[in-house]
């Protein structure tokens, strides 16, 4: 690993670890949210940055993963084994419904994956006995060390922050195997990585699947967390909004979507502020519109500006310019 | 089936196999066989139908008839995948190497794909060696240069352990040294028992290490032989090769009277390719009525030369004037305005849209072309008149060029740049297309014409400039410069 990547992990992980030092209730439950965020980015990222696709269905497996939680919890499952519940189910869905649809590449497939989310939105809604509706569902429980029920914002940061950290040391893990090689192939020539004996399909429904996956066990931790879900959580800007993240941050790394997520829950939160100091009439629609407005605008910037995102622009500043590729993917060639 | 019974049977077989794509016919009831260990090439005319026949054996496209059977088993409905582990590895005529992957790795992606464990990375360093790339193994795909990448191809084919190799074009785009190291890798592989079938423009190599030639012509077997039986074969002479007299006649054509005008004056021009001093302080003038080739060898910086004058590339030093007027830098909008009209590298069709549209597109930074204007151009290429409405993506690729010519002189150049008009195009539409640009030129526009293909180039040019690394280091007649040896020594190195 580069001394430059190894720099900027270390300091991501001491700042995770000395947050709760501060005692600043506000920064932790802001981190609650980043980690609950980074951990699906991270999913995402192996679609994007590593097979080379673009998927908008990050949020409708975020809120499977979800309600899958919830609706085990409530038929008393343990919360600790609704969190492999929501995994199963998000495999599952991301099988079955990858199988046909991954036979599309590029812009087709995006906007296959688009259809899926708005689908699942419309389920999300429609699907009463299971999701509550449109109002929701709440009181399916927490998770719980022994006997002591896991409330609050501590619990949930070290939650969260440590699936984060597993997720991560699990996608460096891939990108370095031969399947990671095999998807980056995929990414860089179908036609030939195909030629060559890589089953395309295979590969890509497996990074889907684990993708989805990822997605899905953060929305359970976002359930357990805010002990209420709603559809609101899980529509198709919020898909868009996980792209942002990992195109922001840099979608070939690993470091990448974890930074994304919380520039953009940072970002967010303080347009949210902001709506509510200028319109407290409609401080909620006025908070979504200025997001709408200001990611896409980011995300325009860093991808005329940035294409490499943020992790990857300094990777490239600060020494990563060998030219070689390392096996945590964070190659900072752009041919020509 | 009898162990001796497999022994005897060819290990490809191609039988009675038909492709249509909309109203083309790209392979026509086409048969052939490949016996173990040979090596066969595949000759023949652009548009011939060759790659579609490689598509087809590597499962790229589904055959629309006929059976293609590697070892007897047929390979019907199996894709490209599973094509590539019954044993069948390719290489692609424009480059297709992974570039975001190092050298070892893009050999690694077939090796792993075959379950190779710990043994993948010494064998994909092994044949690294073999290709002579072992001092590149680290370094990202895409930096390596051509030659280079098609080297890696080949490794990368061979990684996947096929017992049927099959090179597309692979020395297209190779200097002649570059050609000879190929061909000595080449010669290696073969001996390793590597069956081998290859599809290649240039006939020199093709004669040199093919055992037996097949010649297709517009979808079908035309001829097939010892190679040294299809080159005396009459018919393969006149669809391959052309009749002697398509070559167009020396010009003979003397500047014309009292010292002609320097119309396009370069000085000291200096581009960047990313990390590459591509154009390192070229001096050139091109004087009014003339055809200039720049001839020089693979990477010389002959097209950077050409996009910075077309304004695709900022010269970073240097002054560009066109009859008296500073046209440094401007950009390729304004270029084209200004009268620096440039016919790009392969063509660059509006491929979804008809022949007429394309034409009319070229007339776009003056309003639209006039009639007569559209006259001359359709006198110059009478083809293009038969095919105005068809969609340019399905012309030939001679037809496409000539298309790229005419768009180009419907922008009402003051200069016409081209830049390799006879890649990938056969001798005979090489000929074709060298003849038109000379009743282009006969018209009165300037040509400044870039060429790989440095024979061609002298045939039809009033003067020659030799590119080489950036700088022009000879320059002169055509006549003189022909027999010249540094032009050689450029190519041979």
């Known amino acids: 690993m580069l001394r430059t990547t190894r720099v900027l992990y270390a300091l991501v992980v001491l700042a995770v670890i000395a947050l709760p030092f501060t005692r600043n209730g506000y920064a932790l439950a802001t981190m609650v949210v980043i980690g609950q965020n980074a951990l699906a980015a991270l999913g995402l990222s192996l679609m994007i940055g590593t097979a080379g696709e673009v998927v908008l269905a990050q949020a409708a497996f975020f809120g ?61 809604d429609e699907a009463g006995g299971l999701t509550g509706g449109p109002s929701g569902i709440g009181d399916f429980g927490a998770l719980h060390l022994g006997a002591q029920a896991l409330k609050g914002d501590l619990p949930a940061y070290v939650v969260a922050w440590t699936a984060v950290g597993l997720g991560a040391l699990g996608l460096n893990a891939l990108r370095a195997s031969a399947r990671g090689r095999a998807l980056r192939a995929i ?28 997605a899905a066990v953060a929305g359970a931790l976002y359930a357990y967390y805010a002990g209420y879900i709603s559809p609101t959580s899980f529509t198709f800007e919020q898909s868009v909004f996980f792209v942002v993240m990992v195109v922001l941050g840099g979608a070939a790394t690993t ?82 | 089936m009898s162990a001796s019974a497999t022994r005897a049977e060819p290990l490809l077989e191609v039988e009675r196999v038909r492709k249509r794509f909309g109203g083309v016919v790209a392979v026509d009831d086409l048969s052939f066989a490949v016996e173990r260990g040979a090596f066969v090439s595949i000759i023949g005319p652009n548009g011939a139908g060759k790659t579609s026949v490689f598509n087809l054996i590597t ?48 050999v690694l992606v077939p090796l792993e794909a075959r379950e190779r464990g710990r043994t993948a990375r010494a064998r994909a360093d092994e044949l690294l060696a073999l290709v002579g790339l072992d001092g590149d193994a680290d370094r990202l795909a895409s930096a390596l240069s051509f030659g280079r990448q098609r080297l890696l191809e080949l490794a990368r084919a061979l990684a996947a352990e096929p017992r049927l190799l099959l090179l597309d074009e692979p020395t297209s785009g190779l200097s002649r040294a570059e050609t000879r190291a190929f061909v000595d890798v080449l010669a290696r592989v073969r001996a390793d028992g590597t069956t081998i079938l290859m599809i290649e423009h240039d006939v020199r190599t093709v004669m040199a290490v093919s055992d037996r030639v097949i010649v297709m012509h517009r979808g079908s077997k035309l001829a097939e032989g010892a190679p040294a039986e299809v080159q005396r074969d009459p018919r393969v002479i006149v669809a391959y090769l052309g009749e002697p007299a398509a070559v167009p006649p020396p ?31 070229v001096d050139l003038s091109v004087r009014e009525g003339e055809i200039l080739a720049v001839v020089g060898p693979n990477g010389a910086g002959k097209s950077t030369l050409l996009g910075t004058l077309a304004g695709w590339f900022a010269p970073s030093a240097g002054r560009v004037v066109l009859a008296g007027r500073d046209v440094t830098g401007l950009p390729a909008e304004r270029a084209v305005r200004a009268g620096i009209v440039l016919v790009p590298e392969r063509r660059q069709m509006f491929d979804a849209l008809s022949v007429a549209r394309n034409l009319e597109l070229g007339a776009y930074a003056h309003g639209g072309a006039a009639p007569a204007e559209l006259e001359r151009v359709f006198a110059l290429f009478p083809r293009l008149r038969e095919r105005r409405a068809q969609r340019a993506g399905t012309l030939s690729g001679g037809e496409q060029q000539m298309v790229a010519i005419a768009r180009g002189l419907l922008a009402r150049p003051r200069v016409l ?62 006549a003189a410069l022909a027999a010249d040896p540094a032009i050689t020594a450029a190519y041979l190195g």
């Open chain 1, 64 to 124: 499977l993963g979800a309600y899958a939680a919830a609706a085990a919890s409530r038929h008393g499952i343990d919360p600790w084994l609704a969190l492999v519940v929501a995994a199963l189910v998000g495999t599952a869905v991301a099988a079955v419904v990858g199988w046909p649809t991954l036979r599309l590449r590029g812009h087709y497939l995006t906007l296959a994956t688009l259809g899926l989310g708005v689908i699942a939105k419309v389920v999300f």
């Open chain 2, 417 to 478: 740049l081209l830049d390799e008009p006879s890649l990938g195009l056969a001798p005979q539409v090489v000929a074709e297309i060298f003849a038109a640009l000379a009743r282009v030129n006969a018209d009165g526009t300037t040509v400044v014409v870039v060429e790989q293909n440095a024979r061609a180039a002298f045939a039809v040019a009033d003067r020659v400039a030799l590119l080489e690394r950036g700088r022009i280091t000879a320059g002169g007649s055509a």
């Open chain 2, 251 to 281: 010009r003979g054509k003397l500047a014309p009277s009292g010292a002609p005008a320097d119309l396009l004056v370069v000085q000291g021009l200096v581009a960047r390719r990313g990390a590459v001093r591509a154009l390192d302080g």
């Open chain 1, 255 to 336: 470091l990448g979507p974890v930074v994304g997520a919380a520039l953009f829950t940072l970002v967010a939160t303080a347009l949210t502020a902001l709506a509510g100091a200028l319109f407290p009439a409609n401080a909620q629609g006025a908070a979504a519109a200025l997001q709408v407005v200001a990611f896409g605008a980011i995300l325009v910037a860093v991808v005329r500006f940035m294409p490499q995102g943020i992790v990857g622009a300094l990777l490239e500043r600060f020494g990563a310019r060998a030219e070689r590729t390392l096996p945590d993917g964070e190659q900072p060639e752009r041919a020509r």
């Open chain 2, 59 to 106: 499962g790229a496209y589904p055959l629309d008839a006929g059976d293609v059977r590697l070892a007897g088993r047929s390979l019907r409905g199996r894709g490209p995948s599973a094509i590539s582990h019954a044993g069948i590895a390719r290489t692609f005529q424009t480059l297709q190497v992974f570039g975001t992957m190092s050298a070892r790795e893009n």
């Open chain 1, 187 to 214: 990414a860089a020539s179908e036609t030939a990585a195909a030629a060559m004996g890589v089953r395309v399909r295979t590969r890509k429904l497996e990074a889907f699947v684990l993708s989805a996956v990822y």
